[in-house]
């Protein structure tokens, strides 16, 4: 994948294997840090099964999270704006024994 030359977006090249491409499902994050790193542990949770699966686990720079941040907030607000507001349903709070030395939030 290009993106198109421009100033505020540079042209580079991304990529994508087939086995990528098709996504794994998560239903649930957690994420953790440390002074050096932010963890995003993507979880799937089925009904009726004791124990979820982490499927995925991605690592970032501290940079590289408020970037992702920015990032989602820009896409939530344009998804917003074409389909309207997302709505949040069963809100649960969750404590989780997770924290990698650091502190622990959820997604």
Known sequence: MSN???PK??????ELNEEI?????????IITHSQSEFIVDFVRMMP??????????I?????HAKRLLMALGDN?????????EI???????TNI?????GQTGQA
């Open 76 to 84: 939530i607000s344009r998804f917003e704006e074409a389909f309207g």
């Open 87 to 93: 709505e949040l349903h069963d809100q649960q709070e």
């Open 21 to 29: 491409a098709e996504g794994t499902y998560s239903n649930f994050a």
């Open 4 to 6: 198109q030359d421009n």
């Open 48 to 57: 009726g099964v004791p124990k979820g699966k982490v499927k995925s686990r």
């Open 9 to 14: 977006n540079p042209s580079f090249d991304i």
């Open 59 to 63: 690592i970032l720079a501290p940079q």
């Open 97 to 101: 024994p997770l924290n990698f030395g």
